[in-house]
């Protein structure tokens, strides 16, 4: 059970934990070093800017990696809490700073929820940050079963998945994740800044995609670089060497004669086919069903079915008949209740059930 | 005015395009070289997939840019349009084509639609594509006024803001804003491939935003490198200076030792800086007016204030009597009804009109 829990640093996360917890029915109890920041989250609704008097159930340390062992280390000497967690990106370097510095290692579990905004500070938090992610927690030998329990407890109340990882796994794999793609959306937005007037006119929903994240404070996103720093560069030594290869196929184009061409224009797709599978990795999960709905050969058919299946149209072929063949891609859970409801309309469905087509004919 | 419009090439922008004129009310005609993927246009309501028997107002030509100078020379040896315009991302060796290789390049002026989706082909086209966006037009000294006013009227009855620039400033421009993020956005979509499994469960919004155009056609891109090439270099080289250095001060930190951090952590920190500087950028544009709201010093008295001010909060800062000072973003054009409806509620409210505040005290 967490019924009172501590929010050590009323930032993004600290605040917006606070809230989910709040909602939960638990008492809570918040700090800052800035005691106006804790003010302000005390007044969103959070909790009490107050030292609690007995020791809470849990306590959450929500500062900068670098931070985490020192914050905890002084919260265990007072005896703040029965079970300590933490919210930092990486979880290798404070998880060594708590077993080399706080009394009571096995009282600590290390934990990572996997949400956030570009903006920062309380006012950014909302109770619902954590819905629907994950929250990695990373037990050491050390850790006890009653922190487990406990950091386990207030991921699930945030409406969050607990996952358990390794932390040296955890931060290989938020090198590729997070980091790494911080630090590319930075060095792009960076080069936005010499653009000539004007330049925002030409800014569309891409760039503002891509660099959207580099946004982040800066102090902060310095601390989790410096805190990860082996695992980051070891993808951004990939990274170099394919811009690398990339900035000389690039340069070849531009040079003038044809010398290099047709390898500079090879490179340059093999690259950005790399790009497209791994942008397909990013995407979120979902088993899909493939349905097949025979259109007619008049103008127009095809926009009078949009309407019934909106986002779910990924091809369309022409048949020999002149008819055309379009494919949609809709949630496993639904497909069967989607194809009653196309059928029901008048049109021809079918529904692709791996290699086996099972084939329904319908009155259009 | 433009009363008929054939479309060369029925892919995501093409169609798109016919479907805003038809939409409008003009006669349009569809044409692309794989007849299937006319027909799925033309069943989607956009138009006919024929070929017009008089010409046409306008042509648009809407193929990658490698290929607008060989089909413009071939829609105009048959007299297929009074006027001509194409869509391609890059604007100078399309336009240089047309004028080695067009019968007639007065008919012709270069466009460039600010729109697009990682989807490609006719189904993820849409009328509202263009709507609010920029649709840069690149007259050249040859371009008569009769095919600027097409393609003006075609920009605008599309919904999106005709904008007219040198086509070589076009070019630095989009390397800028879009050639490069799309680049960086491939690099680092390629690493995710080399994640472990399990590596999904750790992406979340920030690295779909950073990733999500790499999606994109390589086809396609590649084609737009490729006909881009020179200025793409030059922001990519920069890019890759940025990159080494911000690699080598990652390997600092990373070796065992504090030799050079210091150094280290100022580099990134200062890289990031420049990124959060040029994101800055890339946010859309709109005038705001900041309101300060002071806030009773009970705990959640915050809360009750942000369902009425949704998105705006930006600040809050602590007053010595105990109360907070909140800071309002909100957009000029409606700050005034903005902070009239906060009065009603009981707030106090000042607007900050530049450096004089206008107080007005309220009820609360």
Redesign the interface.
């Known amino acids: 059970m967490v019924r009172s829990l501590l929010v050590v640093g009323t930032g993004l996360i600290g605040t917006s934990v606070a809230l989910a917890a709040r909602r939960a029915g638990v008492e809570v109890f918040l700090a800052d070093r800035d005691?106006?920041t804790a003010?302000?989250a005390?007044?969103?609704?959070a909790?009490?800017a107050e030292t609690p008097r007995h020791p809470v159930d849990l306590a959450l340390v929500a500062v900068p990696p670098t931070q985490v062992g020192l914050v905890l280390r002084e919260a265990q000497q007072r005896r703040a809490a029965r079970s300590y967690t933490d919210v930092a990106g990486v979880k290798g370097e404070p998880g060594r700073d708590v077993l080399r510095l706080a009394p009571d290692p096995a009282a600590y579990v290390g934990g990572h929820p996997?949400?956030?905004r570009?903006r920062s500070?309380?006012?950014a938090a909302t109770a619902d940050l954590f819905t629907g992610?994950?929250w990695?927690l990373t037990p050491s030998e050390r850790t006890g079963a009653a922190a487990l329990r406990s950091a386990t407890t207030l991921a699930e109340l945030c409406g969050a998945t607990p996952?358990c990882?390794d932390s040296r796994?955890?931060d290989?794999?938020?090198a590729?994740?997070?980091h790494?793609?911080?630090?590319?959306?930075?060095?792009?937005?960076?080069?936005?800044?010499?653009?000539?007037a004007?330049?925002?006119?030409?800014?569309?929903?891409?760039?503002?995609?891509?660099?959207?994240?580099?946004?982040?404070d800066?102090?902060l996103?310095?601390d989790i670089?410096?805190s990860n720093?082996?695992p980051?560069?070891a993808?951004?030594?990939?990274?170099?060497d394919?811009?690398?290869r990339?900035?000389a196929a690039?340069?070849a184009?531009?040079a003038t004669g044809p010398d290099g061409h047709e390898q500079a224009?090879h490179d340059?797709?093999a690259?950005?086919?790399?790009?497209?599978?791994?942008?397909?990795?990013?995407?979120?999960?979902g088993d899909r069903i493939r349905l097949r709905v025979t259109?007619g050969p008049q103008?127009?058919?095809?926009?009078a079915l949009?309407p019934a299946t909106p986002q779910a149209?990924?091809?369309?072929?022409?048949n020999p008949d002149g008819t055309?063949a379009v494919h949609l891609d809709v949630p496993a859970a639904t497909a069967g209740a989607a194809a009653a409801e196309l059928r029901a309309a008048g049109w021809d469905v079918a529904v692709d059930e791996g290699a086996a087509v099972c084939r329904v004919a319908a009155g259009r």
Request: hydrophobic share 55%; proline share 6%.
């Open positions: 005691a106006a003010r302000v005390e007044s969103l609704g909790g009490r996997m949400a956030g570009e500070g309380p006012l992610r994950t990695v996952v990882l796994a955890h290989a794999m938020v590729l994740t997070s790494v793609p911080h630090l590319m959306a930075g060095l792009t937005a960076a080069r936005l800044r010499e653009g000539p004007g330049t925002e006119k030409l800014v569309g929903e891409g760039v503002r995609d891509v660099t959207r994240v580099a946004a982040g800066p102090a996103w310095t670089v410096r720093a082996a980051i560069a993808v951004l030594r990939a990274v170099h394919d811009l690398t990339l900035l690039v340069e184009l531009a224009v340059i797709a690259l950005l086919e790399q790009g497209a599978a791994g942008a397909a990795r990013a995407r979120p999960p259109v103008p127009g058919a095809l926009a949009l149209v990924v091809a369309a072929t022409a055309l």
